[in-house]
Structures are given as structure tokens and as C-alpha cells.
């Protein structure tokens, strides 16, 4: 019998196929939030137009959002640091 893990304290792998899952370039971000939670409306410009065609939609829960943007906001602030000291900062 195996003894159950605590999947917390666990490292995540993650695993992407670099032929089906492309990176989507935006340059514009459309959020709706309602009490239940927020939807994001990933965009981009359509040439010299001003059209824009939504490239994918990601929803997620208030608490989650909280989390993202907390995680986002370290992640930029570290990524400054790089780019004015020149020098890596580790997790």
C-alpha cells in the first residue's frame, strides 16, 4: 500500500509540445469581473486597422486572479531588477 502524498509540497512538471501549443503574441487585454470571478479576453490588432480578433479567453476564479496578480507583479519586479543590475535573481 502506498502512502499518500501531499501534491502542495510537490514540484509541478510541466510539459509543452511546442508544435500544438504556440505562443499567442497580444497587444491588447479586454477584462470582464463579476462576483463569481474574471474572464480575460486575450487580443490582437489586426494589421493597421483598428480591429482586433480575441486569440483566446481564459477565466478564472476571483481568488485565483488575486494569486495570478500577485505572482505577475513579483515576476515583473524581479525581471527589473535583471535588466537594472545586470544580475539573476533566483526564486
Known sequence: ????????????QV???LDTTPVLYTDNINMTVNPNGVVLDIMQRLGPTNQVRI?????MSREHAKKFLDKLGKLLLKSEGVVVTGEKIIN
Open 1 to 12: 500500500m502506498t502512502e499518500p502524498t501531499n501534491q502542495k509540497n510537490q514540484p509541478v
Open 15 to 17: 510539459s509543452v509540445n
Open 55 to 59: 486569440v483566446s479567453r481564459i477565466g
